[in-house]
């Protein structure tokens, strides 16, 4: 092998490498963003339509049902689904994982483009949405004004969200809740028929009026001058003295058939902070943007915002993800160090010489930022998992070192000149270490191609890993040679050497320890039958218990953020859900002092473009979301999940209140679970009266269950609807059809926008319709004038029949076919209790013929990412086999390891009954890991014993002594893991719920395979191997 040599022969050379690979890794260090966690593109998309003024019916009939026919033909589409409320319509289509989502949001563009005659006029052009982490609000703002209320939309477009939009990094700003200013023409019905004018004949003078037209040029001499016909409305004050006719020789205005309102209707959308209410201010930053720069940057551009706005006007800062940015990656970053320091001192207490730690040492910065060098070109973040990747590495590069050093040093022992012990010693040891890191990095390789969030969350992790094990390798064969060729000191062959006092009291030690476990190897192979009997015994019993075990999909973190989302009852106006939503504001007042002051905020109601839903809130105009924000978890007594069960408690006293949810922990936890409630299950059938009886069926027995809380269902209760039912053949003789009587139905009751008036750079919608008080009941709805199409008045009753009925305030479907949810959080069981417990709710309910119940939620999407990550597994172990069985060149050797690998099962099913952890995405992943860690273990001690049988041992006697003699390398590489994972299981900062666990089991599985493998292996192999199969050298 040349690199050792080249390395060893050009010192400098090969030190200027490192120092240049050194300096780039610290630039990539300086310009990596920052961020909680890697950015993630869900193959999604969320199509929003907007129709004012239209029924949940009418938006599902008129707009999702046409869209989700043709959208539903778009290629790689796994499931599609809509959502249809008042007004707007949701229609989410989910692809398959490796989608280019990009690609997808075209093609979805172009068939909306095809059928977009097929919408209605007054539906809004359809808004595509892709779903990524960077959607997610990173900073919120109320902004409340006294004086200034009235001009608070201006204040919000013009002197805050302007500036804030400039600040680098910042992508979107969305503001909502703020006083919106309308022009309200409110008609006489009366009036205008008295002067034998109708709703049309008004809203087409007005727009005809309000309008400039460009004239084209004129030439003058040799001037040309551009004409510009100005016919805008600019005041209130020309608009009521806009001439509509003249009746009788009398000019009559706008003025004398309807009332002109300059104002602010009342609101649909509500925000509300500590200060009273106001706006709402949200800020998303550009896709692959430093989270932390970005927050910094508002905060200082606010700043200067600030200083320019009225006395009156306050901006708070209530909710930044800076704090789980910098609290998570501190947390990780203090274990980054600590597992340094602590792998240093484990090669330090088993090498026992300062120069040979030292060049050990080596390894791991060079090692780490080749990692770091590789984020940067990747383009990816530093993270909480790219950060978890660097700890897991940290233990595992020394491994390489450790062995180079070793052989090295037993060169040296031999009177070799330290140059060429580092040369023959390197090279000896290639092909070994190479295959040893080969063995460790398989397991890594099949989670690259793993789809899902999963996928996407652990990719960087299982990259960053093997780049960083390669680079040791690389490290060993170069550096560990050449630093050793100029740092270790040669000795005559048989020449003693001087030990201190540290070393003859470890070595002390280890040869008590090394007798012990010799006596205990003995043993086990001279009783094989019991050995391996107790072992299979330990093995069955460890995973009986396991089996209790709870499992789960992805950890939540308590990051201190508490959030209420509530529902009234249908129809409850937004001014009123507010006012219920304040006594919700109120009980967290009591009940939560370790809130930040000023983070408690309140947002009601539903926006006009679907733009809470967008950003993953939810909203109606029975709909409040109530959040704050609280002090880190180490600066207060109480865990947010407790926190959350006393405030579920007062709210539930509220008797307004419909249904409610509390989510205590993490605001971002909707980026990665998409929304989904721990349970949900989906109700399917043609019939709504069966879909609502089994919803509620279920929905009665899950609150009969303790492990179960904030169970809803979404049942669609409706609303009073009046009804209007067209006699065709009256309207037809009458001059009248369907689409007449409707506009004009929808013109006089909703209203129709008649241009805009034009105030300086402002514009402002004017909308016309019939004043409230001439629509005060039905009987007035009858005596609604309607033009025919020859402009006669016909009243509405004189062709259609009025009818009280119920219709739909909400309708889900799910790939087509309507769909009822019950939903719940869970209370203290893992999420296979959950899908246990509601199994049995279902199996108890005799199901109605053509409806159907299926699991979802959570639960489905953590059943589909263990179902990747066993087969991920399944592949690791494969190819770890095949690694070495290429190694051993045997297929018997790398089955007698392979036979040894269960048992890290035990170790970390210890762990999680020790530490309460359970299996989840984050636990299943380390016990993937754990295979090609464990291995290495066997590696060591079957690769000993076929050297010593070539040697002529006798099978057992080669056992014993490779058991003996390799001890210490095990020991040593097996604890330079386990305690670089330490500071990591144990940490108490922000996310430890997150990649604690990971280090809790990768410890609990390490340990325990440690010190059965050192017996089993040996065991296994002298049962497994005769005496006739001695291969003589």
């Known amino acids: 092998m040349k690199l050792p040599e080249i390395s060893v022969k050009r010192p400098v050379a090969t030190t200027m490498v490192f120092l240049a690979v050194l300096l780039f890794g610290l630039v990539s260090l300086k310009m990596l963003p920052l961020d909680v966690m890697p950015e993630l593109e869900v193959p999604s998309l969320t199509v929003i339509t907007v129709y004012p003024g239209a029924s949940a019916e009418e938006v599902e009939e008129q707009v999702s049902d046409v869209l989700e026919a043709?959208?539903?033909?778009?290629?790689?589409?796994?499931?599609?689904?809509?959502?249809?409320?008042?007004?707007?319509?949701?229609?989410?289509?989910?692809?398959?994982?490796?989608?280019?989502?990009?690609?997808?949001?075209?093609?979805?563009?172009?068939?909306?483009?095809g059928i977009s005659a097929h919408l209605p006029d007054a539906a809004r052009k359809p808004i595509i949405?892709?779903?990524?982490?960077?959607?997610?609000?990173?900073?919120?703002?109320?902004?409340?004004?006294?004086?200034?209320?009235?001009?608070?939309?201006?204040?919000?477009?013009?002197?805050?969200?302007?500036?804030?939009?400039?600040?680098?990094?910042?992508?979107?700003?969305?503001?909502?809740?703020?006083?919106?200013?309308?022009?309200?023409?409110?008609?006489?019905?009366?009036?205008?028929?008295?002067?034998?004018?109708?709703?049309?004949?008004?809203?087409?003078?007005?727009?005809?009026?309000?309008?400039?037209?460009?004239?084209?040029?004129?030439?003058?001499?040799?001037?040309?001058?551009?004409?510009?016909?100005?016919?805008?409305?600019?005041?209130?004050?020309?608009l009521e003295k806009l001439v509509l006719a003249e009746f009788n020789n009398r000019i009559i205005r706008l003025e004398d058939v309807a009332e002109v309102r300059d104002g602010f209707p009342e609101d649909d959308e509500i925000a509300r902070s500590t200060d009273g209410e106001g706006a709402a201010l949200m800020i998303q930053k550009q896709s692959g943007e430093n989270t932390l720069a970005v927050i910094r940057n508002v905060r200082e551009k606010m700043e200067e915002v600030r200083k320019t706005l009225p006395d009156d006007v306050k901006v708070q800062e209530v909710i930044s993800t800076d704090e789980i940015v910098t609290e998570s990656l501190s947390s990780l970053g203090s274990s980054l160090f600590w597992a340094f320091i602590f792998v240093i001192v484990v090669v330090f207490l088993f090498l026992r010489e300062g120069r040979s730690s030292l060049i050990v040492a080596l390894t791991i910065p060079f090692s780490l930022i080749s990692g770091i060098i590789a984020m940067f070109v990747m383009g990816w973040t530093i993270n909480i998992f790219s950060l978890m990747s660097l700890i897991i590495a940290i233990g595992m590069v020394v491994d390489n070192a450790i062995v180079v050093l070793e052989n090295i040093t037993r060169h040296i022992e031999?009177?070799?000149?330290?140059?060429?012990?580092?040369?023959?010693?390197?090279?000896?040891?290639?092909?070994?270490?190479?295959?040893?890191?080969?063995?460790?990095?398989?397991?890594?390789?099949?989670?690259?191609?793993?789809?899902?969030?999963?996928?996407?969350?652990?990719?960087?992790?299982?990259?960053?890993?093997?780049?960083?094990?390669?680079?040791?390798?690389?490290?060993?064969?170069?550096?560990?040679?050449?630093?050793?060729?100029?740092?270790?000191?040669?000795?005559?062959?048989?020449?003693?050497?001087?030990?201190?006092?540290?070393?003859?009291?470890?070595?002390?030690?280890?040869?008590?320890?090394?007798?012990?476990?010799?006596?205990?190897?003995?043993?086990?192979?001279?009783h094989k039958f019991i050995t391996l009997f107790i072992a299979i015994l330990i093995l069955v019993v460890s995973l009986w218990w396991g089996k209790s075990t709870g499992s789960d999909y992805i950890p939540d973190f308590d990051a201190g953020d508490l959030i209420v989302v509530m529902e009234t009852p249908v129809g409850t106006s937004a001014a009123e859900t507010d006012r219920i939503a304040q006594k919700v504001m109120q009980i967290i007042r009591e009940e939560v002092p370790e809130r930040i002051p000023g983070s408690l905020s309140e947002i009601a109601g539903q926006t006009n473009d679907g733009a809470l839903t967008a950003v993953g809130f939810s909203e109606g105009k029975n709909v409040a979301t109530i959040l704050c924000h609280m002090v880190k978890p180490?600066?207060?007594?109480?865990?947010?999940?407790?926190?959350?069960?006393?405030?579920?408690?007062?709210?539930?006293?509220?008797?307004?209140?419909?249904?409610?949810?509390?989510?205590?922990?993490?605001?971002?936890?909707?980026?990665?679970?998409?929304?989904?409630?721990?349970?949900?299950?989906?109700?399917?059938?043609?019939?709504?009266?069966?879909?609502?009886?089994?919803?509620?069926?279920?929905?009665?027995?899950?609150?009969?269950?303790?492990?179960?809380?904030?169970?809803?269902?979404?049942?669609?209760?409706?609303?009073?609807?009046?009804k209007v039912h067209i006699n065709r053949e009256k309207a037809?003789?009458?001059?009248?059809?369907?689409?007449?009587?409707?506009?004009?139905?929808?013109?006089?009751?909703?209203?129709?926008?008649?241009?805009?008036?034009?105030?300086?750079?402002?514009?402002?919608?004017?909308?016309?319709?019939?004043?409230?008080?001439?629509?005060?009941?039905?009987?007035?709805?009858?005596?609604?004038?309607?033009?025919?199409?020859?402009?006669?008045q016909i009243k509405l009753g004189s062709v259609a029949d009025i009818e009280v009925d119920y219709g739909s305030l909400e309708i889900r479907h799910i790939n087509?076919?309507?769909?009822?949810?019950?939903?719940?959080?869970?209370?203290?069981?893992?999420?296979?209790?959950?899908?246990?417990?509601a199994t049995d709710c279902i199996n108890e309910i005799d199901l109605p013929d053509g409806v159907e119940v299926e699991l979802g939620g959570q639960i489905a999407s953590k059943d589909d990412s263990f179902a990747d990550l066993k087969l991920v597994m399944i592949m690791g172990i494969l190819l770890v086999y095949m690694v070495m069985a290429g190694q051993f060149e045997s297929f018997k050797h790398p089955f007698i390891i392979m036979l040894a690998l269960p048992f890290m099962s035990v170790g970390a099913i210890l762990a999680f009954k020790a530490t309460g952890i359970t299996l989840s995405v984050t636990t299943f992943i380390a016990l993937i890991m754990l295979v090609g860690i464990v291995v290495n273990n066997g590696i060591v001690l079957v690769d000993y014993i076929n050297l010593l049988r070539a040697r002529g041992y006798r099978v057992k006697d080669a056992?014993?002594?490779?058991?003996?003699?390799?001890?210490?390398?095990?020991?040593?590489?097996?604890?330079?893991?386990?305690?670089?994972?330490?500071?990591?299981?144990?940490?108490?900062?922000?996310?430890k719920e997150m990649f604690s666990p990971l280090g809790i089991t990768i410890i609990g599985g390490l340990l325990v395979s440690m010190l059965i493998s050192l017996i089993i292996v040996p065991t296994l192999y002298v049962s497994m191997n005769r005496e006739k199969n001695i291969v003589r050298n």
């Open 70 to 113: 043709t959208l539903a033909t778009a290629s790689n589409l796994k499931e599609i689904s809509s959502n249809s409320k008042e007004n707007v319509s949701f229609v989410q289509m989910s692809y398959r994982w490796g989608t280019d989502v990009t690609e997808a949001a075209n093609n979805a563009r172009d068939i909306i483009e």
């Open 414 to 526: 031999n009177g070799a000149h330290p140059k060429e012990a580092a040369i023959f010693g390197s090279s000896e040891m290639g092909r070994p270490i190479i295959a040893s890191t080969l063995t460790t990095i398989m397991v890594f390789l099949p989670m690259v191609f793993m789809g899902g969030i999963v996928g996407i969350l652990f990719k960087q992790l299982a990259v960053i890993t093997v780049i960083t094990m390669l680079a040791s390798l690389i490290t060993a064969l170069s550096l560990t040679p050449m630093a050793s060729s100029r740092l270790l000191k040669g000795r005559e062959k048989g020449q003693s050497r001087k030990h201190t006092a540290l070393y003859r009291f470890s070595e002390k030690n280890l040869v008590f320890i090394e007798n012990n476990y010799k006596r205990l190897l003995s043993w086990a192979l001279n």
């Open 732 to 792: 037809s003789i009458l001059g009248l059809n369907s689409a007449l009587i409707g506009a004009q139905v929808r013109q006089s009751v909703y209203g129709t926008e008649a241009g805009e008036l034009k105030e300086g750079s402002e514009r402002y919608d004017i909308t016309i319709r019939y004043n409230d008080a001439e629509l005060a009941g039905i009987d007035d709805l009858e005596n609604l004038m309607i033009s025919n199409i020859r402009g006669s």
């Open 959 to 991: 056992a014993a002594e490779a058991g003996r003699s390799r001890m210490r390398p095990v020991m040593m590489t097996s604890f330079t893991t386990i305690l670089a994972m330490v500071p990591m299981a144990i940490s108490s900062g922000m996310g």
């Open 816 to 837: 087509q076919e309507r769909v009822i949810k019950v939903q719940a959080n869970t209370d203290g069981i893992s999420l296979n209790e959950a899908a246990e417990l």
């Open 634 to 722: 180490d600066e207060r007594e109480r865990s947010a999940a407790e926190i959350g069960k006393v405030v579920r408690a007062r709210v539930a006293e509220i008797p307004e209140i419909e249904k409610f949810h509390v989510t205590a922990g993490n605001i971002l936890s909707t980026a990665l679970t998409g929304n989904e409630k721990p349970v949900e299950l989906k109700v399917f059938g043609s019939d709504f009266d069966d879909m609502n009886r089994v919803a509620l069926e279920i929905e009665a027995k899950m609150k009969a269950i303790s492990g179960f809380n904030d169970i809803e269902n979404t049942i669609d209760p409706g609303k009073l609807e009046l």
């Open 129 to 238: 949405y892709k779903i990524n982490s960077s959607m997610m609000p990173v900073m919120f703002y109320s902004v409340t004004a006294n004086q200034n209320y009235a001009g608070l939309e201006k204040i919000l477009a013009d002197k805050i969200a302007a500036p804030i939009r400039k600040a680098d990094g910042v992508g979107t700003v969305i503001f909502l809740g703020q006083p919106r200013r309308e022009i309200e023409i409110l008609v006489d019905p009366a009036r205008l028929d008295a002067y034998g004018l109708s709703m049309m004949q008004l809203s087409t003078i007005l727009k005809a009026e309000n309008i400039s037209v460009p004239g084209g040029s004129l030439g003058v001499g040799t001037r040309d001058y551009a004409i510009h016909v100005e016919g805008n409305i600019e005041d209130t004050g020309m």
